[in-house]
């Protein structure tokens, strides 16, 4: 682990909570402040935690249908050419652009796409993957995958005041505070 | 005392478990050193894998002709052994997407191992059209990338959508999978002591912090992917029937296929997700988590679809019958009492008459009963797509060209060497990756959510069910 003299710019304020409740009770604590460079950190999702830390609905969805499009006309666009203009074959008769024959690759394309969205949407819209992040440079941090429950408020938050932060993880509960160094 | 009870759902996490007990007892499996009957069955999966690798080479030097194939049966035990794996397949993603959707919460506790149970499946399945094709240095005529041809396939032949489905569907089940998987390599990541796994989970985890950020988009990403999954599995199995279903031979033309390939499969991943399991769990002894109870509902399921298999079969031979066509009646009539009655015997009495034992609450929650039926249960649905296939060629409309089919020692050898593939991978998995989606399992614990709480003190407060009186009889 890196020390305290290597890193010395200041990344933020870490505090540790009891429980998932804590946790949920903090993060309103904190929205209620008028900090928004802030997260939680919890090893699942907690119920209700989306509504505490005031977090805008999800623009996944719209990448997704993005994806789901592109796979379904790009489904369409690629039969029609291969079939009907690039090598047209007389198959028992059936027309080229043989609509319900082309139903299952054009639903499976689809398919692919959107999950192709989901997955690769998700993880850009998180930032991963970003294997360096200050706050594995904090021992205790190792908690938050598995029992641990932590509020970081970030230095480069308009408002952040080292001590105003402490003082307001104090008052919410927390179990443990210690400033995260870059 | 009223004549009703109240029985409160069992619990999904036995024993008293916290968050970090979770977590050791699941991690300590990956990170502890190997024990030594690991080594033991690792290389005896290696040995069926090599009877793999051997038949598979003798195939490719020879060709198609070491197979039993003959005319008319041109199609034989590659394709029911490619039917046979998908089906089992199908239960992974209906434990991880439908049941989701229905938010089920006693699926997170098979859903990890039932999804690599799904791929390793489907990667065992995909060997066979990959090799039944002879030639297999030309495979990829079947995708659309231009060749020296210069011919597109055929997108009005059901094979060819069958490499759509089947290739997508092994794509997204990995996504799904690793999606899944993330948040638990972060766990491993962080439990592990050495550099090795440090680093190679490290990278594996890509990053994850478990920011409350993070799991608003990942949480919808898999609710998306479930949605995604549902359609695409039942597509799949329905494609997989169109390639019979799509031919006019006799016992094949029916529109019943899809519904009933797709009941059939999903009765047949769950036996196999309960053989596995119920092994898993005794070894690796997370009983407290993989319960008693979950296996009660997972043979519900079984008798459920069983059934649903074993109507499907009586209006296979109604509808024959009632379609008053010659051809199909006789087919029928034939698998019953012909040359392989015996195998439509061995099919009946594997997936219509044995799963019907669960009806018993006492048998559904016998472990040695249910591994047993499990085992059946898998026999008999392999029969099922032998019924399918062989009948239905050898004695089809010609009765002059009718012939009896015999598998080889090379049928046999590349089936048996599949399981080599499958558990080879399946005890790597064990081995390196957590067997069991921690972080979903702790979401569902009751310390888990904010309103088993006290809201002043902030303490633990186990949710207690109040039952009402009986209200007196008004009327």
Request: proline residues 5%.
């Amino acid at each position: 682990m890196s020390t305290n003299d290597q890193n010395t710019e200041l990344y933020g304020i870490l505090a540790e909570f009891k429980n998932p409740k804590a946790l949920l009770d903090a993060s309103e604590k904190v929205v209620e402040a008028g900090y928004d460079k802030f997260d939680t950190y919890a090893p699942f999702p907690i119920h209700g935690i989306d509504k505490a830390m005031n977090l805008p609905k999800s623009k996944l969805g719209w990448i997704v249908l993005g994806h789901g499009i592109l796979g379904f006309t790009g489904a369409i666009a690629m039969m029609y050419f291969m079939s009907v203009i690039d090598y047209p074959i007389n198959i028992s008769g059936k027309p080229f652009f043989n609509a319900p024959a082309w139903v299952p690759v054009t639903f499976e394309l689809t398919v692919l796409l959107s999950a192709f969205g989901a997955v690769f949407g998700m993880f850009f819209l998180n930032g991963l993957p970003r294997l360096n992040n200050p706050l594995f440079n904090v021992e205790r941090f190792k908690k938050a995958t598995d029992d641990g429950f932590f509020v970081c408020i970030e230095a480069s938050d308009s408002k952040f005041q080292e001590d105003l932060v402490r003082q307001l993880f104090e008052e919410a509960g927390a179990t443990h505070i210690e400033e995260v160094y870059d | 005392m009223s004549k009703y009870e109240y029985i409160p759902e069992p619990a999904l996490v036995k024993g008293n478990h916290s968050f970090s007990s979770i977590t050791k007892l699941v991690t300590d499996v990956n990170l502890r050193p190997t024990p030594k009957p690991w080594y033991a069955a690792m290389l005896l999966a290696n040995a069926f894998l090599g009877v793999f690798l051997v038949a598979v080479a003798y195939l490719i030097w020879e060709g198609t002709g070491i197979w039993g194939l003959m005319n008319p049966v041109g199609w034989g035990w590659a394709i029911i052994n490619f039917v046979w794996w998908v089906g089992i397949g199908h239960a992974g993603t209906l434990i991880s997407a439908i049941l989701f959707l229905f938010r089920q919460d006693w699926r997170t506790a098979i859903n990890r191992f039932a999804e690599a149970m799904t791929i390793f499946a489907v990667i065992c399945a995909l060997m066979f059209p990959g090799i039944h094709v002879g030639r297999i240095w030309v495979i990829y005529w079947v995708f659309p990338i231009p060749n020296q041809m210069a011919m597109w396939p055929n997108f009005n032949s059901p094979l060819l959508w069958d490499v759509f489905a089947v290739s997508t569907y092994f794509t997204v089940s990995l996504l799904f999978w690793y999606v899944g998987l993330v948040p638990d390599l972060a766990t491993l990541r962080d439990k592990a002591k050495d550099k090795v796994r440090k680093i190679a989970y490290g990278i594996a985890a890509l990053g994850w912090t478990g920011s409350g950020r993070n799991w608003w988009n990942y949480e919808k990403a898999y609710m998306i992917l479930a949605g995604l999954a549902t359609p695409l599995v039942l597509s799949v199995h329905t494609i997989v029937s169109f390639d019979f279903a799509v031919s006019m031979i006799p016992g094949w033309h029916t529109t019943i296929f899809p519904p009933y390939f797709v009941a059939g499969a999903v009765f047949s991943g769950f036996a196999m997700v309960l053989t596995l399991m119920i092994i898993c769990r005794k070894i690796y002894g997370m009983e407290d988590i993989m319960t008693d109870d979950h296996m009660e509902k997972m043979n519900i399921i079984i008798l459920v679809t069983g059934s649903m298999v074993g109507f499907a079969y009586m209006m296979e031979f109604f509808i024959a019958w009632y379609s008053g066509v010659e051809y199909e009646k006789a087919i029928f009539m034939l698998r019953a009492t012909g040359p392989y009655a015996w195998a439509y015997w061995i099919m009946m009495l594997c997936n219509v008459i044995s799963p019907q034992v669960f009806w018993s609450k006492k048998l559904r929650r016998n472990v040695n009963f249910t591994f047993f039926i499990s085992i059946v249960v898998n026999i008999g649905m392999w029969f099922e797509r032998f019924v399918i296939t062989v009948t239905s060629l050898a004695n089809d409309y010609l009765p002059s060209s009718w012939d009896y089919f015999s598998p080889t020692i090379w049928d046999v050898l590349t089936y048996v060497g599949t399981f080599g593939i499958f558990f080879t991978l399946f005890l790597a998995f064990l081995r390196f990756l957590p067997m069991i989606a921690i972080a979903e399992i702790k979401a569902v614990m009751p310390q888990a959510d904010p309103h088993n709480y006290d809201e002043e003190t902030q303490e633990y407060h186990p949710h207690e069910v109040v039952v009402p009186k009986p209200q007196a009889e008004t009327v």
